[in-house]
């Protein structure tokens, strides 16, 4: 199978998976077939297999997840990580604490509503935004909220976060550098998730995510290393935040390109007057999930996906020997037309249209298998309740989304999928609701 051509030394095909991902894999797929080996860098040559049958990967039992901690160090010995028996008995101890009945047990719902009306409430008279910006800040804050972490202590919470996911090719642990950084964030993180952990021995009657994660009877135990609790709990935060971030402002931006989408969330906003509170109230707001799916779609936040094989496999007609480093293209899945027609069209309609359950192919920008992505019901809640309360708060004040012409073209595509860096999305008024307004008062 052959490589793609123009890789640079050392960094290999980095600079332009970073950059232009989307055109990158397609370049691959046009000239050299649906088999292609990437450089990535450090992390060595990678096999991309670009036809459908990439997504069963995810559940080939030949198919190992542990390369990911060589491509996300903050995961490593995590949940994302393991593999068999011990992934099974980790995801067996988070698994009904994220499910929707344990989200409402533990009134997230509210939790996220809460926070989330408070931080856009005031977007309208800031006029501007940054996307970005704004939405990793809010999804980091409910995050740390979610797990019981104090207002007061978010700010250094934040700092440590970031330090944590420094990433550096060169891994050289000496003062000042990335890795030493990071290592140092750790630390912090893990002390103070134990520290958290204790106090909830002095609230029994806590009942947030948290204390139900840590009074399940399958919770690991503290002390074991091969369970890695802190470490889990670490990773977990990491994962929840930055792909939910990136999936408000996409979904942001597409609602300022689309008006009439807009208007149509507007009105099932008003209709229901209110922001679901709970994974059971989302289904009054179809249409708020099928924009977050299309969102989602159009746009993967976690653009690939990382294996390795443990045995010789077949995939997609060819065979794949063992030891192999595989990657799972999400980002060109989500443009199949087998799976999704008109696959360059924006078409929410698309998740209205079906009654049925979605397959899980569908959805495969959360990953399909044992590794299903955890905070899968957290995010669509999170979505949900992002598009109603930008609708409800804007329209309260007879304002529409508006897209500021990006100075710089420029984006990151990897690890995360990030919309133009300095994108600003403006608040304007609505010039239909004022005319409404007008007309109301006669
Ligand atoms: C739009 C938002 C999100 C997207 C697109 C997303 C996507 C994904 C994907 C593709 C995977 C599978 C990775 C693999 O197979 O290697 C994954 C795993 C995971 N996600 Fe998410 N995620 C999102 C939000 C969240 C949230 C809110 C949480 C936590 C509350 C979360 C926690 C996790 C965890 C812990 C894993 C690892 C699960 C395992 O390996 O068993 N994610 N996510």
Redesign the pocket.
């Known amino acids: 199978m052959p490589v793609l051509p123009g890789a640079f030394p050392v960094v290999g095909h980095l600079p332009a998976v970073a950059r232009a991902l989307p055109e990158l894999l397609a370049y691959g797929e046009r000239h050299l077939g649906t088999h292609f080996w990437l450089k990535m860098g450090t992390m060595g040559q990678m096999l991309v297999c670009t036809r459908p049958e990439a997504f069963e990967l995810?559940n080939n039992k030949d198919v190992l997840?542990d390369l990911?901690g060589d491509v996300a160090p903050a995961m490593r010995n995590t949940?994302?990580t393991q593999d068999g028996e011990l992934?099974r008995r980790t995801?067996g101890w988070a698994n009904p604490a994220?499910q929707p009945q344990g989200l409402s047990a533990a009134k997230v719902g509210d939790l996220f509503a809460d926070v989330m009306m408070a931080w856009i409430e005031p977007w309208p008279k800031r006029g501007i935004i940054h996307p970005v910006e704004e939405t990793s800040a809010l999804t980091l804050k409910m995050t740390f909220r979610m797990l019981g972490i104090a207002e007061q202590d978010i700010c250094a919470w934040e700092e440590n976060y970031r330090n944590y996911a420094l990433v550096s090719l060169w891994p050289i642990d000496l003062p000042g550098t990335p890795l030493r950084r990071s290592r140092q964030a750790q630390a912090w993180i893990d002390a103070r998730l134990k520290a958290l952990i204790t106090e909830l021995e002095h609230h029994p009657s806590d009942n947030g995510l948290l204390a139900t994660l840590m009074r399940s009877a399958s919770a690991p135990d503290i002390s074991s290393p091969q369970s890695n609790l802190l470490g889990n709990l670490r990773?977990?935060i990491h994962?929840?935040h930055k792909?939910?971030a990136v999936?408000m402002a996409h979904l942001m931006i597409k609602l300022a390109q689309h008006p009439a989408h807009w208007d149509a969330l507007v009105q099932e906003a008003r209709a229901m007057g209110a922001v679901p509170r709970s994974p059971a109230e989302l289904a009054s707001f179809p249409l708020a999930q099928a924009l977050f799916l299309e969102t989602?779609r159009s746009e993967?936040?976690?653009p690939l996906?990382f294996r390795r094989t443990r045995q010789n496999i077949e995939l997609g007609g060819r065979q794949v020997a063992a030891e192999t480093r595989l990657i799972i293209p999400?980002i060109l899945l989500s443009r199949a037309p087998s799976i999704y027609p008109q696959p360059d069209a924006f078409l929410p309609q698309r998740w209205l249209e079906q009654h049925r359950a979605h397959k899980p192919i569908q959805t495969l920008?959360?990953?399909s298998g044992?590794?299903?992505?955890?905070?899968f019901h957290?995010?669509c809640m999170q979505?949900v309740q992002f598009a109603v309360t930008l609708a409800l708060v804007l329209d309260s004040e007879g304002m529409r989304p508006t897209l500021m012409p990006p100075r710089n073209d420029g984006r990151r595509r990897f690890p995360i999928n990030y919309p133009p860096r300095d994108m600003e999305i403006a608040f304007r008024a609505n010039l239909s609701a004022a005319c409404f307004r007008s007309d109301d008062r006669r």
């Open positions: 995810f997840a990911l949940m994302a992934h995801r994220f990773a977990l994962a929840a792909t939910t999936t989602l993967p936040a976690f996906v999400l920008q959360f990953g044992p590794h299903r992505c955890l905070g957290a995010a979505l």
